[in-house]
């Protein structure tokens, strides 16, 4: 075996060793009382199915069967396979209908084709979007905070690819040698820069870089006129830690008054003190230019494919697969703060995750670029109702009674 060949081979037991860990801190941690349970119930028990219009899911939904349908048949979907196997998805998807629909018959494919499941869990919803950034591809005076590439030194691993039940983890660091070490926290980025990364381009603020990563996608206006769409490429692996979390425990903001602007606010407000709490989180996001595509749609999430605005959810693909329709009842602000909370009672499709997503009931809301998504995502907060849509002949096999062990906290 040549040089090169040993050195894999002893970074693929390396992660196959770190992989055993993380199951061995798996199987350790503590369970909710009681286990999560997966209910089959009615299309009736929906909060506003009836006047709903779920025909922004059904084009969402017919784009996530493009992935769907690429799974190998016999894999099992959802935490402990609540939501059947992969074969029993390919009769929605092969029914999907070519002509555009009432949103009667919308509800009727659906209605015809999955079952709903209720969660025994609160449901506790937020949003995000596409910020909209200036840049420029050269350094200026105004322009100098770079955005980053994905490094050509950053190592990624599913774990799920060594232990099934550890679907949806995923660890990232770079090569020391032949040990796989953790990546540059964002203080260290921020203080000596990545040489191992390309600069794709470079923006005047660092406020709006920041949240940036934290949508994990948008829209970069460049001083020659053209517009740049950045996607998700990878992140550094660190821990995701949210910084309106930093401010309440520092007594800046009262945990009532937390929002995305607020936050955004205070940062401008306090330039001199804003980097340091921004570098409490130590997750880094790294992109890549993508096409702009379709206007009327997002980056590409988790599953490959681009976001619909108002149809597409982040969720945490530990307890749901990608591309199953999930039914929303919840409230959201109104773009007018001074306006009141509206209802909102709507089926989207899982077709992103993201860092702080994490529970069967958690659930992330796309609002799509621009000022009415930022402020919409930016204030959302809110309890609700979550149901997930699976295929028929998943839910007949689904026990009511059936307890589910629960995933990690």
């Known amino acids: 075996m040549g040089r090169s060949r040993l050195a894999w081979a002893l970074v693929v037991a390396n992660l196959l060793a770190i992989a055993a860990v993380a199951w061995i801190t798996y199987v350790n941690q503590p369970v909710e009382t009681p286990p999560l349970r997966f209910a089959p119930t009615a299309f009736a028990a929906l909060p506003g199915w009836r006047a709903s219009d779920p025909r922004g899911a059904l084009d969402a939904?017919?784009?996530?069967?493009?992935?769907?349908?690429?799974?190998?048949?016999?894999?099992?979907?959802?935490?402990?396979?609540?939501a059947g196997s992969a074969a029993s998805w390919l009769a929605?998807?092969?029914?999907l209908p070519y002509s555009s629909l009432s949103a009667g018959d919308a509800r009727a494919f659906f209605e015809k084709w999955f079952a709903p499941v209720s969660i025994d869990r609160p449901a506790h919803f937020t949003g995000y979007y596409e910020p909209e950034l200036s840049g420029s591809p050269r350094p200026t005076l105004r322009y100098h905070i770079p955005i980053?590439?994905?490094?050509?030194?950053?190592?990624?691993?599913?774990?799920?690819?060594?232990?099934?039940?550890?679907?949806?983890e995923h660890i990232a660091g770079r090569l020391d040698g032949i040990r796989l070490v953790p990546y540059a926290t964002r203080a260290d980025i921020d203080a000596h820069g990545l040489a191992t990364a390309p600069i794709l381009l470079y923006t005047d603020d660092a406020v709006s870089a920041f949240f940036?990563?934290?949508?994990?996608?948008?829209?970069?206006k460049l001083t020659n006129g053209g517009i740049v769409r950045l996607a998700y490429a990878a992140k550094n692996g660190r821990p995701y830690t949210p910084i309106g979390r930093v401010l309440i425990a520092q007594g800046a903001l009262a945990r009532k008054d937390?929002?995305?602007?607020?936050?955004?606010?205070?940062?401008?407000?306090?330039?001199?003190?804003?980097?340091?709490?921004?570098?409490?989180?130590?997750?880094?996001?790294?992109?890549?230019?993508?096409?702009?595509?379709?206007?009327?749609?997002?980056?590409?999430?988790t599953e490959g494919i681009s976001?619909?605005?108002?149809?597409?959810?982040?969720?945490?693909?530990?307890?749901?697969?990608?591309?199953?329709p999930v039914y929303v009842a919840t409230t959201i602000p109104d773009p007018n703060p001074a306006k009141p909370d509206r209802s909102f009672q709507r089926l989207l499709i899982a077709q992103d995750t993201g860092g702080a997503i994490k529970g069967p009931a958690r659930g992330d809301i796309f609002f799509g670029a621009g000022s009415d998504a930022e402020s919409i995502a930016g204030r959302l907060n809110a309890r609700g109702q979550f149901f997930v849509l699976i295929p028929r002949a998943a839910a007949a096999g689904l026990d009511a009674g059936k307890e589910f062990p629960d995933a990690p906290r």
């Open 92 to 95: 929605p998807c092969k029914a």
């Open 212 to 220: 940036l990563q934290i949508q994990g996608s948008g829209l970069v």
């Open 61 to 82: 939904f017919r784009r996530s069967c493009t992935a769907i349908l690429k799974r190998p048949l016999s894999e099992q979907l959802g935490w402990a396979g609540y």
């Open 148 to 168: 980053y590439g994905r490094p050509k030194d950053l190592v990624t691993a599913d774990l799920g690819s060594f232990r099934h039940a550890l679907e949806g």
């Open 258 to 301: 937390v929002s995305l602007q607020t936050i955004r606010a205070w940062l401008d407000a306090h330039p001199s003190a804003a980097q340091n709490v921004m570098q409490v989180d130590e997750s880094f996001v790294f992109f890549e230019i993508a096409p702009l595509g379709d206007p009327a749609l997002g980056s590409p999430g």
């Open 307 to 324: 976001l619909t605005p108002g149809a597409s959810l982040a969720v945490d693909e530990r307890f749901h697969p990608l591309g199953a």
